[in-house]
C-alpha cells in the first residue's frame, strides 16, 4: 500500500501506487472527482473444522456470532486511519469484493460489459437512480478478493473517464 523505489529513484515494478498516481491525477479524472469503495469480505471459520464461526457443522446458524469480533476489527482499522464507512454481516458465502465508482456522465461507458439495473447477479450492477439521470453509482463485481486496489481502481478511471472510443 506504499511506495516502493529503487536506489536510483525508479519505481520497482510492483509499486502500483505510482502509475495510479498518474491516473488519478490527470485532469479529466480530477475534474470528474471519482469515489471508489472497496468491499472486503471475509469469513471466520472455527478452529478445527473448517466451517463458519458459530455454524452447526454441516447446517446453518439461527442467530449472528462473531459481531465482537467485526467490531474490534472495525475500530483497529479506524484507530489505524483507514476510513471505514461501515460493516454488515450476511449469510451467504462470498468470494470477493465489490468496486463501487461514481464518475458523473462518463458511467455509461461501462455498458459494453454484461451489466444490470438494480441487478445482484451481474458483472456490473447499475443502480436505478443512475440509469434514470444517464449518469451516477455503478458497482463492478468483478474484481476478486486479492486484487491490487491501485491496480482495480485506477483501470476503472481509465475505462470510464479516459478512454476515448
Known amino acids: 500500500m506504499c511506495d516502493c523505489y529503487t536506489p536510483a529513484?525508479?519505481?520497482?515494478?510492483?509499486?502500483?501506487?505510482?502509475?495510479?498516481?498518474k491516473v488519478f491525477s490527470h485532469p479529466d479524472v480530477v475534474a470528474e472527482e471519482p469515489w471508489y469503495g472497496i468491499e472486503q469480505e471475509y469469513t471466520l471459520l472455527q478452529k478445527d473444522v473448517k466451517w463458519p464461526l458459530g455454524w452447526p457443522v454441516g447446517g446453518f446458524p439461527d442467530k449472528s456470532f462473531g459481531r465482537d469480533i467485526?467490531?474490534?476489527h472495525y475500530k483497529a482499522c479506524l484507530y489505524a486511519g483507514i476510513n471505514?464507512?461501515?460493516i454488515n454481516g450476511e449469510w451467504e458465502f462470498q468470494v470477493g469484493p465489490s468496486i463501487g465508482i461514481s464518475a458523473g456522465d462518463q458511467i455509461w461507458v461501462a455498458r459494453y460489459i454484461l451489466e444490470g439495473v438494480a441487478n445482484r447477479g451481474a458483472s456490473i450492477r447499475v443502480g436505478r437512480e443512475t440509469e434514470q439521470n444517464g449518469k451516477g453509482y455503478f458497482e463492478?463485481?468483478?474484481?476478486?478478493?486479492?486484487?491490487?486496489p491501485y491496480v482495480v481502481t485506477s483501470m476503472i478511471a481509465e475505462t470510464t473517464i479516459l478512454w476515448k472510443p
Open 140 to 148: 463492478d463485481r468483478r474484481p476478486a478478493s486479492n486484487m491490487d
Open 9 to 21: 529513484g525508479e519505481p520497482i515494478p510492483t509499486n502500483k501506487r505510482y502509475n495510479a498516481a
Open 70 to 72: 467485526v467490531d474490534a
Open 84 to 86: 471505514i464507512s461501515g
